[in-house]
């Protein structure tokens, strides 16, 4: 089988199944495949063809002709859309991402210095507190001293043997 025969069975099997209808065209002769609308039936014909020994030019024209004008173009049609669609998806991606690196940027600077700013209050504050309660225990304990009764002075041995 030629390799014209074979890429236009493969083209012809692709459009098959995508279900696509061959577009009619005019013909000089019935027996042409002109009056061949399903490429399904288009398929049978030049598989017939190709394994007679019989080869007409006009059908081989005509499916060149197809093969030119409405396959190849439909099939370059569909890639550019399936092209820019992928185009188009993969943009959307990027721009995603883009938005999304920007959100977080604004999260986290916004974060950081709310956070940092809560720090530095809390340290402060912290700070504050300490110096007061150092204060505070330090006064607590000079009260304690004044409150304790004096305590009467123990009797020394001297003493005791002066008085005895």
């Given amino acids: ?23 009619r065209h005019e ?7 002109s009056s061949k609308t399903d490429a399904s039936e288009l398929l ?16 081989i024209k005509l499916i060149k002709d197809l093969v030119d004008k409405q396959l190849l173009p439909a099939l370059m049609e569909s890639h550019k859309i399936a092209s820019d669609d992928i185009k188009a998806r ?11 690196r920007e959100q977080d940027k604004g ?4 974060t950081a210095t709310v956070v940092n700013n809560a ?10 507190e300490l110096r007061m309660t150092k204060d505070a225990n330090a006064k607590c304990q000079f009260l304690d ?13 001297d003493r005791k043997t002066r008085l005895a």
């Avoid at 993969?90 to 999304?100: T, V, Y």
């Avoid at 999260?107 to 916004?110: F, G, I, K, M, R």
């Fill in 90 to 100: 993969l943009d959307a991606i990027a721009k995603c991402e883009q938005q999304s």
């Fill in 44 to 59: 049978a014909s030049v598989e017939k063809m190709a394994s007679a020994e019989h080869v007409d030019p006009d059908a």
């Fill in 145 to 157: 001293f004044l409150t304790v009764p004096a305590a009467l002075p123990s009797e020394s041995a």
């Fill in 27 to 33: 013909a000089k002769s019935e027996e042409s495949l």
């Fill in 119 to 128: 720090r530095v209050i809390h340290r402060d504050c912290r700070d504050k």
């Fill in 1 to 23: 089988m030629s390799l014209l025969a074979k890429v236009l069975l493969s083209l012809l099997a692709c459009q098959q199944s995508l279900g696509a209808k061959v577009v």
């Fill in 107 to 110: 999260v986290q600077n916004h």
